[in-house]
């Protein structure tokens, strides 16, 4: 009887605390402010940049040949073009132009020019070395004009430059394999006024795709502004 009196108590208990706590779902929240749905701040509309491709722009079709060298020479005439190359090489009873690029000077061809022969489009040896392991793995670039003479312009120098960093990224050609033609035959060849220890080192840069023309567009691709936004004059380690 005791613990049914204790029960009882407890019962009573619960039923006058219960009513204090209870309260109706919307009292519950009677102190909470309303929800309110707020939609999302508009956010600006993505912008989609065009992918930047790195590429070699000198790729050729077929299956690259195992270059271990690169040769640089200088024409050692005033102006020039693949074509008078070509003429003066066949001349000489080769099978025509000895160098797998040629790059302009603006008498003949454009300044900074680069354009690659058909050696380079066969991937072919070259004929310019006066060396076998030169002609048959080395990447024969000649340019336009006499180093011994003058200076190479700076399209020139940019247009070497870009090539050769190219070139060595490409086909894994350390710098100290980026020669004068003079280092293996006994010549002045490209003359005493062309940097070759500057082009050697030439450092390797994200390329991009650009249209392969006869007309490249060496110079403007690292011109401020383009294509990279924002690249400080002077940064590109090219110039
Ligand atoms: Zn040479």
């Known amino acids: ?28 929240y009677a102190n909470y402010p309303p929800a309110t749905l707020t939609p999302p701040a508009s956010r600006p509309p993505l912008q ?27 024409s050692a005439s005033e102006g020039g073009s693949v074509e008078a190359i070509d003429k003066q090489h066949k001349g000489r009873g080769w099978d025509g132009v000895g160098y797998h690029f ?16 058909f050696r380079w489009r066969g991937q072919t040896h070259g004929a310019h070395a006066g060396n076998n392991e030169y002609n048959q ?18 399209a020139q120098l940019a247009a070497v430059k870009r090539l050769v960093s190219v070139l060595k990224h490409e086909y894994a050609i350390p710098s100290g394999e980026v020669i004068a033609h003079r ?18 080192q030439s450092v390797e840069l994200p390329l991009v795709s650009l249209p392969v023309t006869r007309q490249y567009p060496v110079v403007s691709a690292w011109q401020p502004g383009g294509p990279w936004p924002g690249m400080a004059v002077g940064r590109s380690p090219i110039r």
């Open 137 to 154: 793995h080395g990447i024969g670039i000649c340019l336009i004009g006499n180093f011994e003479e003058e200076q190479p312009s700076a």
């Open 183 to 200: 280092d293996v035959k006994a010549t002045a060849c490209p003359g005493r006024n062309l940097p070759i220890a500057e082009i050697s």
């Open 102 to 117: 040629v790059i302009g000077n603006g008498d003949g061809m454009g300044d900074g020019e680069i354009e690659s022969t």
């Open 1 to 28: 009887m005791k613990s049914a009196r204790g029960y009882s108590l407890l019962l009573l208990g619960l039923l006058a605390v219960l009513p204090g706590c209870w309260q109706s779902p919307s009292a519950r």
């Open 48 to 74: 989609i940049q065009p992918p930047v491709v790195v590429q070699n722009p000198w790729k050729p079709t077929g299956p690259a040949r195992e270059w271990r060298h690169i040769v640089i020479h200088h």
